[in-house]
């Protein structure tokens, strides 16, 4: 009985901590990171006529002045972020800027902390709500949740994504997916591990340059589409 007695309040201590651990695996654990955001726009405001990179770590680690120098940009990525971060945010992270075309890349860690294909999507069509309620019909590129080597038990899931995704912006002339499938699989069907960092997650230069000319076939020609119509 004594030893029930003990297990029953060791339970009720551990109770508040789940509740905790729960609440800081909302978006508001990003808090600190959108602040810093803004303390640098404070610091430095970004320039007019900018293209926005917006979503997860793969947007965050990637040097857009390196790969992208023919053109204003903003790197708003911020750690293993999720699409429905990028919702919750949007306001702080994404309308302040006014962007010529917007970037996306999530999807990634939201499929490996176990949403569906069709939670990811959802997201997502919130997040172009919100763009057309805020600035109409800008441009926006969705980056394919990358088949990964560290991943690769959920390519299913991945691709179902994609599928659903690619299907919506065929219908959409504001939305342009960005098909990076392909070109990461090598001839045996799985991920090139050339692509990726030690941690075969992350990509390295080779993976960014196989990124960067895809985003640019499409993007750049957008960009000159927009320059002309405003001339």
Request: net charge negative; hydrophobic share 40%.
């Amino acid at each position: 009985m004594r030893f029930q007695t003990v297990l029953l309040a060791l339970f009720c201590l551990m109770i508040p901590a789940i509740d905790v651990y729960a609440q800081n695996q909302g978006p508001d654990r990003w808090e600190n990171d959108i602040a810093a955001f803004e303390r640098q726009d404070q610091q430095n405001p970004p320039p007019e006529s900018l293209v926005l990179f917006v979503g997860s770590s793969s947007i965050r680690i990637w040097d857009l002045d390196r790969w992208f120098p023919e053109i204003e940009t903003l790197n708003r990525g911020f750690g293993g972020s999720q699409m429905e971060d990028s919702v919750y945010f949007f306001d702080r992270i994404v309308k302040p800027y006014h962007p010529r075309a917007i970037v996306v890349y999530a999807g990634d860690n939201d499929i490996a902390a176990g949403k569906t294909p069709d939670q990811v999507y959802a997201d997502f069509q919130a997040f172009v709500g919100k763009k057309r309620e805020a600035m109409g019909g800008i441009s926006v590129l969705y980056i394919a949740v990358k088949p990964s080597i560290a991943r690769w038990n959920l390519i299913d899931a991945v691709r179902e994504t994609n599928r659903k995704i690619a299907a919506y912006a065929d219908e959409n002339s504001d939305l342009y997916f960005i098909d990076i499938d392909a070109p990461m699989i090598g001839e045996d069907g799985t991920p090139r591990k050339e692509l990726f960092k030690d941690d075969g997650l992350h990509l390295n230069d080779q993976g960014y340059e196989i990124w960067t000319s895809i985003v640019k076939a499409t993007l750049f020609p957008l960009l000159k589409i927009e320059t002309e119509l405003q001339q």
